[in-house]
């Protein structure tokens, strides 16, 4: 596709339940990352691919959070028991490779947790 | 982690130049500095991008000061369209980390 798309554009759910939310990057960028932006806030960086290997975790804000990469394309995000903190948008944003220096970013997934 | 810190806010009218000041005292050796704008419900868009001196591209230019430890990015003749958050951004490329400021919000005035 011409840019990166995101899935869900949007997504309620209830305290406790597991949600996966789904990135397509372009055609070609080897390298993934994953955002949060809570409501009136910055970025806080979750994960970054290279590939489908995600060398370091420690971005992610607790051992609910899981994510993966394969085929070097889609990634998907797991929230698992998701808390009313996890309500955020949650981007996604790719680069043709880690060393060439521009994000594109997809629309992003909001995610309620009521 | 080099953390990054922007004014909240700025307000500017149309056709003035614009320049926001991101601080970054710990800036490592291997960080660059990028900087991105963000519309309401989208996803952040790069601006321009820089190592050290000055780099200039069709939208704006980056000045970087021989210590690094805060950059400046000046819009010329700023339109209301150009009303956005801003956001510095100091990483690491190939190292994985990354650190997005809170942003500076951009109120264009006509």
């Known amino acids: 596709g011409a840019g990166v798309s995101q899935s869900p554009s949007n997504k309620v759910t209830e305290k406790g339940k597991d949600v996966e939310l789904r990135c397509d990057p372009i055609?070609?960028?080897?390298?993934l990352y994953w955002y949060r932006q809570s409501l009136g806030q910055g970025l806080e960086f979750l994960i970054y691919?290279?590939?489908?290997?995600?060398?370091?975790k420690s971005g992610l804000p607790s051992d609910r959070f899981s994510a993966e990469r394969t085929g070097g394309s889609v990634s998907t995000l797991t929230i698992q028991r998701t808390q009313q903190e996890d309500s955020a948008v949650y981007l996604c944003?790719?680069?043709?490779?880690?060393?060439?220096?521009?994000?594109?970013f997809g629309p992003g997934t909001r995610l309620t947790v009521l | 982690l080099a953390k990054t810190t922007q004014p909240i806010s700025m307000d500017s009218y149309e056709g003035q130049e614009v320049n926001i000041t991101c601080s970054h005292n710990?800036?490592?050796?291997?960080?660059?500095i990028t900087w991105y704008q963000q519309f309401p419900s989208q996803g952040p868009r790069f601006i321009i991008q820089?190592?050290?001196t000055k780099v200039t591209n069709e939208v704006a230019s980056l000045f970087i000061p021989a210590d690094r430890k805060s950059s400046t990015l000046s819009l010329p003749r700023v339109s209301l369209s150009d009303t956005a958050v801003y956001y510095c951004?100091?990483?690491?490329?190939?190292?994985?980390?990354?650190?997005f400021g809170s942003g500076t919000k951009l109120n264009v005035k006509p």
């Open positions: 944003a790719t680069e043709r490779d880690s060393s060439y220096n521009e994000q594109f």
């Open positions: 055609s070609g960028h080897t390298a």
């Open positions: 710990n800036i490592a050796t291997n960080d660059y």
């Open positions: 951004l100091v990483g690491q490329y190939n190292f994985n980390k990354f650190y």
């Open positions: 691919f290279q590939g489908n290997s995600a060398p370091d």
């Open positions: 820089g190592y050290k």
